[in-house]
């Protein structure tokens, strides 16, 4: 319990907030920094970018959930995106809206 209260407290002094901090464990949990950074083209487009191309699409969280979910290719170029089927609903939309808010991490 005290370790949990330790992590909490040094997060919120470096000014870290947990949603944003859970988000990049969700992406590293799913391998998606393999391929992708927040600000850089890796494999695949950076966060940065995927948030400009959606911006103002009243539909994006959808539309980009279900891009992670099946998969694709030539959205950002030839090399394909695999299908990230295993991950649930929830998780899709949460990662979705984090790319979609600019990636931010701690």
């Known amino acids: ?26 992406a590293q949990k799913n391998a998606c920094m393999a391929c992708h950074s927040v600000d850089k083209k890796l494999v695949g487009p950076a ?23 099946k998969g694709g290719s030539g959205k950002w170029g030839p090399v394909p995106m695999p299908a990230q089927a295993a991950l649930s609903e929830a998780d899709a939309n949460t990662l979705a809206a984090w790319v979609l808010a600019g990636a931010k991490s701690p």
């Open 47 to 69: 966060y940065a970018e995927v948030a400009k191309k959606y911006a103002g699409q009243a539909d994006a969280v959808a539309k980009l959930s279900d891009s992670i979910k």
């Open 1 to 26: 319990m005290l370790k949990t209260v330790v992590k909490l407290a040094t997060l919120a002094a470096l000014g870290i907030s947990l949603p944003a901090q859970a988000n990049l464990v969700l």
